[in-house]
């Protein structure tokens, strides 16, 4: 089966230093995957997106970026983080290719990142 | 782009059913999902609908009306544990998945 792997859980961090959260995937191969960023208040908003090593697809230009070094691994980064960079983050899977408008998404457990 | 709308909050009793609608805008509709996600914890898939008519599954059903832009999700024999936020999402194409606000239900006894 299955499944997917993020950290870390919480997340305390100073204004203007980096970020690196990690998510991997364990049991299949070639996935869709995403990162999210849920607000207090506001609903999930895709950041990044990746069909395959290396491609990085931006949905809203921002503070972060997205790497994809492996198949089954999607970091999410930031060189300085902004107070409004606080939120709910979250990685997601999907099966890839056509197949994938038959499934929806698999989340991982989120990070909860403030930013002080 | 996609405007998705749902109710911000809703209230329901205990043993009730309780039915969360949900208003879309888009071009190629390809899908209709539907999530269950309890404070401070990731979404879970709860249904999909990409033909009009209704889907069940145990006490969770959900609707589509691709004509009308509209689905519900139907929640019966309410309990406690289903006090959660009910996400919807649409997809286009084979693109990605564009989530509502979301709508807050609180079950109470």
């Known amino acids: 089966s299955q499944t997917i792997h993020q950290w870390p859980a919480t997340l305390v961090q100073p204004v203007g230093s980096p970020l690196s959260l990690e998510c991997t995937v364990e049991g299949t191969s070639n996935p869709n995957l995403y990162w999210y960023r849920q607000a207090a208040g506001r609903g999930l908003q895709l950041l990044f997106y990746s069909v395959g090593i290396g491609q990085i697809s931006s949905e809203v230009p921002q503070n972060l970026s997205a790497s994809r070094p492996q198949d089954r691994q999607f970091i999410l980064s930031s060189k300085k983080l902004l107070l409004s960079d606080s939120g709910f983050y979250l990685c997601?899977?999907?099966?890839?290719?056509?197949?994938?408008?038959?499934?929806?998404?698999?989340f991982g457990s989120g990070t909860r990142l403030t930013v002080v | 782009g996609q405007n998705i709308d749902q109710p911000t909050e809703m209230t329901a009793t205990e043993g009730a059913i309780v039915q969360i609608n949900c208003t879309y805008q888009t071009s190629g509709f390809n899908g209709l999902f539907w999530y269950q996600q309890h404070a401070g914890e990731a979404p879970t898939f709860l249904s999909y609908?990409?033909?009009?008519g209704l889907e069940e599954k145990g006490r969770f059903s959900s609707f589509l009306s691709r004509s009308k832009g509209y689905s519900y999700l139907l929640l019966k024999e309410l309990q406690m544990k289903d006090s959660a936020s009910y996400l919807c999402a649409v997809r286009a194409g084979y693109s990605t998945l564009t989530f509502g606000k979301g709508t807050m239900l609180l079950v109470s006894p």
């Open positions: 609908n990409v033909l009009d």
């Open positions: 997601a899977w999907s099966r890839g290719g056509r197949s994938s408008s038959l499934y929806g998404y698999t």
